[in-house]
């Protein structure tokens, strides 16, 4: 089965510094990928997404994330984050040509500093 | 476009009852997926519907079930509530294509007491 990977649980930032959140995948075959955003109060917000071409995904608020196939990873960055993208990640992954649903990371919860 | 919505968005039960959860998906989109979002399991896939039919289903037993209408909304019962089914229940819609990209409602806080 399926399994995705976010390393960390809990990170702690100050405004203006650099986001890395990492995600890593097990399934071999051809996937889609997806980062979602839950931020206090609101529901799970698609960032972005991965399907083909370009390895480099940009997404909104700033977002990218680079997939690197032969790493089985998708990680999420942000040059320089703010108070406001204080929420909780999810990585996703769902396994090209079948019709199951996502299969979510455990969320990495991010806290922003003013 | 309306988004994803669920009722209710808030429900009470007790142990051995049975409850029922409403989605209604965005317009034009026919699949609706169901997810439990726990603390510890975080987010775990129920079952997928499209056009009606259940496309896939994830490992929950045999208590959890849904159907979709012919309008695309769709329903999920959990019967024999049992206090670990407390969660919030999260429904995505998807226009159903090979990516298979869901936009999700702001679910259903379901406690069981």
């Known amino acids: 089965a399926q399994s995705v990977s976010q390393h960390n649980h809990h990170v702690i930032l100050s405004e203006a510094a650099s986001l890395e959140l990492g995600c890593n995948y097990s399934?071999?075959?051809?996937?889609?990928l997806f980062w979602y955003v839950q931020y206090p109060g609101q529901h799970l917000q698609l960032l972005l997404k991965?399907?083909?071409?370009?390895?480099l995904v940009k997404g909104i608020k700033g977002f990218e994330a680079e997939f690197i196939k032969s790493k089985f990873s998708f990680n999420l960055r942000k040059p320089s984050v703010q108070w406001s993208d204080t929420a909780e990640y999810f990585c996703?992954?769902?396994?090209?040509?079948?019709?199951?649903?996502?299969?979510f990371g455990k969320g990495t919860h991010l806290i922003i500093q003013p | 476009k309306a988004g994803v919505t669920q009722t209710p968005r808030y429900l009470i039960k007790t142990r051995g009852q049975q409850v029922t959860l409403s989605c209604s998906p965005i317009?034009?989109?026919?699949?609706v997926s169901w997810y439990q979002q726990t603390p510890g399991q975080g987010l775990q896939f129920l079952f997928e519907?499209?056009?009606?039919?259940?496309?896939n289903k994830g490992n929950f037993p045999g208590r959890f079930s849904g159907r979709q209408f012919s309008n695309s909304r769709s329903e999920m019962n959990v019967s024999t509530l049992e206090l670990g089914d407390s969660a919030l229940y999260l429904c995505?819609?998807?226009?159903?294509?090979?990516?298979?990209?869901?936009?999700f409602g702001p679910g259903t806080r379901l406690t069981v007491l």
């Open positions: 519907y499209f056009s009606e039919t259940q496309r």
């Open positions: 399934y071999g075959g051809t996937v889609n």
């Open positions: 317009s034009g989109h026919r699949s």
């Open positions: 995505a819609s998807g226009a159903g294509g090979t990516y298979n990209e869901q936009f």
């Open positions: 996703a992954v769902h396994s090209g040509g079948g019709a199951d649903g996502l299969t």
């Open positions: 991965y399907f083909s071409g370009d390895p």
